[in-house]
């Protein structure tokens, strides 16, 4: 009796165990991957400023530019 309740503790232990590896395993992936995201955004960011000011649309680079912080942000906060 009593080997059958430790070894039921043991799995459950375990199985606990397993599930919080799989979870840190799962945050580090997705860290991971905001870190890849964060440069390619602000590439794009900047490339669309180029473009914008290359096709002679100041008035629409400006506001971009004004815009861009906020967008920063808004896609840090949606990623952390």
């Known amino acids: 009796m009593r080997c059958a309740l430790f070894a039921e503790k043991l799995a459950a232990q375990l199985e606990l165990r397993a599930t919080q590896l799989e979870n840190h395993l799962a945050q580090a992936n997705l860290n991971a991957l905001k870190m890849q995201l964060h440069p390619h955004f602000l590439f794009n960011t ?4 180029v473009v914008l000011v290359r096709q002679q649309r100041v ?7 004004r815009r861009s912080p906020a967008r920063s942000i808004s896609l840090i906060r949606a990623t952390s």
Do not use: D, G, Q, R
């Not at 900047?46 to 400023?49: D, G, S, V």
């Not at 008035?59 to 530019?65: E, G, I, M, Q």
């Open 46 to 49: 900047l490339n669309a400023i």
């Open 59 to 65: 008035p629409a680079s400006t506001k971009y530019v």
